[in-house]
T-cell receptor, first 113, second 112 residues
Framework: NAGVTQTPKFRVLKTGQSMTLLCAQDMNHEYMYWYRQDPGMGLRLIHY???????AKGEVPDGYNVSRLKKQNFLLGLESAAPSQTSVYFC????????????FGPGTRLLVL | GQQLNQSPQSMFIQEGEDVSMNCTSSSIFNTWLWYKQDPGEGPVLLIA?????ELTSNGRLTAQFGITRKDSFLNISASIPSDVGIYFCAGQLSGTASKLTFGTGTRLQVTL
């Protein structure tokens, strides 16, 4: 099992460009999450999904969109990147409502110039 | 958005020393979790706490769920170099799609 994988590992964007971050998990987990991590602020939830075809807003959703067309994939989109979106993005997955452990991917470093 | 307050922000300790860090919130949580993040990696779950007053150990790590459900602490005994990293607390409410609220992190450095 690869666990949770994220693509790409690192990306540089210019302001206004768009991109999609891919998260994939091979553990057949129902729940998936996207977080961003900024210095001194811990992780903040952007969007999450409780199952295929469902998505919901987290704490800091503005400027991002997500899709969960397949159970194993959770995509995070930036339609028009801004410097304030420079961050490290982590995806996580969890088996179901009962199982507490969220398994995190290795992260994607995004720099917006 | 809410963030949990963690202290200290950073610690420099010698190998073999014990470490204590804590996390406080203005809100009640039903579950407290402690994660460790190594450089360049995602967080990994260390300990999960489910009941107020619960004390749980995982090897050299011990964590407690505060009686008021608004705080938690983590102790590491006899620290070793591989304990280096950032430690995060996280609180979770029941029925919220298991959304976590993370603390601001405690960066631990261990010197030989």
């Amino acid at each position: 099992n690869a666990g949770v994988t994220q693509t790409p590992k690192f990306r540089v964007l210019k302001t206004g460009q768009s991109m999609t971050l891919l998260c994939a998990q091979d553990m057949n987990h129902e729940y998936m999450y996207w977080y961003r991590q900024d210095p001194g602020m811990g992780l903040r939830l952007i969007h999450y999904s409780v199952g295929e075809g469902t998505t919901a807003k987290g704490e800091v959703p503005d400027g991002y969109n997500v899709s969960r067309l397949k159970k194993q994939n959770f995509l995070l989109g930036l339609e028009s990147a801004a410097p304030s979106q420079t961050s490290v993005y982590f995806c996580a997955s969890k088996k179901d409502m009962v199982q507490e452990t969220q398994y995190f991917g290795p992260g994607t470093r995004l720099l917006v110039l | 958005g809410q963030q949990l307050n963690q202290s200290p922000q950073s610690m420099f300790i010698q190998e073999g020393e014990d470490v204590s860090m804590n996390c406080t919130s203005s809100s009640i949580f039903n579950t407290w979790l402690w994660y460790k993040q190594d450089p360049g990696e995602g967080p990994v779950l260390l300990i999960a706490l489910y009941k107020a007053g619960e004390l749980t150990s995982n090897g050299r790590l011990t964590a407690q769920f505060g009686i008021t459900r608004k705080d938690s602490f983590l102790n590491i005994s006899a620290s070793i170099p591989s304990d280096v990293g950032i430690y995060f607390c996280a609180g979770q409410l029941s029925g919220t799609a298991s959304k976590l609220t993370f603390g601001t992190g405690t960066r631990l450095q261990v010197t030989l």
